[in-house]
């Protein structure tokens, strides 16, 4: 059996920031640059004509930022994953809406790096562990609490189908449009119309604004 290969494109616009990125993803094995980008825009343009099995991307770039970037990406191919770079740890919090698999510290260790490419090109979602810190012993925990603590109504969980509820269930544990194909066995066009059916019923804005609620309505689904 052959070893995987994990195409990379890496959108970033410091260079030295891409030089160490680059040292690192040329070692590890199976892992293979096929392109770069110093700007949001041609990241999107770039990805959308090598198909990189994996998106390395800063979160504040020029001419298009790294989150509308990342938008764009998964949109125009769901196959791509995308690993998001933070500055700070505290956005992750405006990083979120990307819709990225994977939430990293721009400085990371190579072991790290390594871990993150295995896990999200597999299909799996990755926070580092100085984010994951944050979340959990630092600033961003009483940020969890206040959010937990404050209760919302939604009348809409009410008013969903069974196969709603499970779509909604889906969404919580954070899966795409075709991982909750393949998990319910249905075309991505069906569950695209059971995503906007579920979120209009809810009164949502989108995706994150539907799990955020319904974790704070404090029922289960």
Known sequence: ????RITVLLAEDREVVRLGMRHILNGLGGCEIIGEAQDGRSAIEQS???????????????????????????KQNSGTRVIM????????????DSGADGY?????PEQLISAAVDIVSQGGSFIGPLIAHYLLHGPGLPMIRAVLSDRVEMPGLKLLSRREKQILR???DGMSNQQMADTLELEVQTIKVHVRNTLKKLNVHGRTDAVAKVLRTGMTV
Not at 52 to 61: G, M, T
Request: hydrophobic share 50%; no cysteine.
């Open 170 to 172: 889906l969404l919580i």
């Open 48 to 74: 959308l004509i090598l198909r990189p099995s994996i998106v390395f991307i800063k979160r504040d770039l020029p001419v298009v930022d790294g989150i509308a970037a990342s938008q764009q990406i998964k």
């Open 104 to 108: 990293i510290m721009r400085e990371t």
């Open 1 to 4: 059996m052959s070893p995987r």
């Open 85 to 96: 770079l933070l500055s700070r740890e505290s956005d992750f919090w405006t990083s979120i």
